[in-house]
T-cell receptor, first 114, second 116 residues
């Protein structure tokens, strides 16, 4: 079964703090893709990153970084020096190679206070 | 990134009426489109998968006669909520995906449906 768990329901930080959003997944597929999406209050989903199961190299994009560890089935997302504009709900998602379906975690609401 | 346009963004309808939501891929051909429903402060629940030219595949528990999905072309899928009731009020969001060319799904802006 495909499953994504985001244990953190809501996180509040003060601007400029670093924050890590956790994501743990379950899959029986050997090839799969992991994603992070941002959902601001307006509702649309903004694609942040895709990782395939064969690429465990961590990635950094500006203040964002992602740590993919197959050994622990985790794909964590870190925002460095958070800003108020980072306030949103963040979803981690999994897609199998043979299945077009996306499986989303329950989301983590991030509140960044000035 | 690719653009997926969803229309309308908000709709209020009376109980018993039907509402159609459109999802268009503007700059790529979407072989597959997904329809999700999101309850307040909840995750996205996949309702159905539509592949161009074939019948949609519905997830368990989703009433296919209530939520009619049509994917008649590579750029357009529609979700019709038939005989809407207040409990159908929700945020509906589509995503479009091109299997051979892309491995991320691009999402529409979402439609907030309120049934009164």
């Amino acid at each position: 079964a495909q499953k994504v768990t985001q244990a953190q329901t809501e996180i509040s930080v003060v601007e400029k703090e670093d924050v890590t959003l956790d994501c743990v997944y379950e899959t029986r597929d050997t090839t799969y893709y992991l994603f992070w999406y941002k959902q601001p209050p307006s509702g649309e989903l903004v694609f942040l990153i895709r990782r395939n199961s064969f690429d465990e190299q961590n990635e950094i994009s500006g203040r964002y970084s992602w740590n993919f560890q197959k050994s622990t089935s985790s794909f964590n997302f870190t925002i460095t020096a958070s800003q108020v504009v980072d306030s949103a709900v963040y979803f981690c998602a999994l897609r199998g190679a043979g299945d077009n379906k996306f499986y989303f975690g329950s989301g983590t609401k991030l509140n960044v206070k000035p | 990134g690719a653009v997926v346009s969803q229309h309308p963004s908000r709709v209020i309808c009376k109980s018993g009426t039907s509402v159609k939501i459109e999802c268009r891929s503007l700059d790529f051909q979407a072989t597959t489109m997904f329809w999700y429903r999101q309850f307040p402060k909840k995750s996205l629940m996949l309702m159905a998968t539509s592949n161009e030219g074939s019948k949609a595949t519905y997830e368990q528990g989703v009433e296919k006669d209530k939520f009619l999905i049509n994917h008649a072309s590579l750029t357009l899928s529609t979700l019709t909520v038939t005989s809407a009731h207040p409990e159908d009020s929700s945020f509906y969001i589509c995503s479009a995906y091109q299997r051979l060319q892309r491995t991320e799904a691009f999402f529409g802006q979402g439609t907030r449906l309120t049934v009164v």
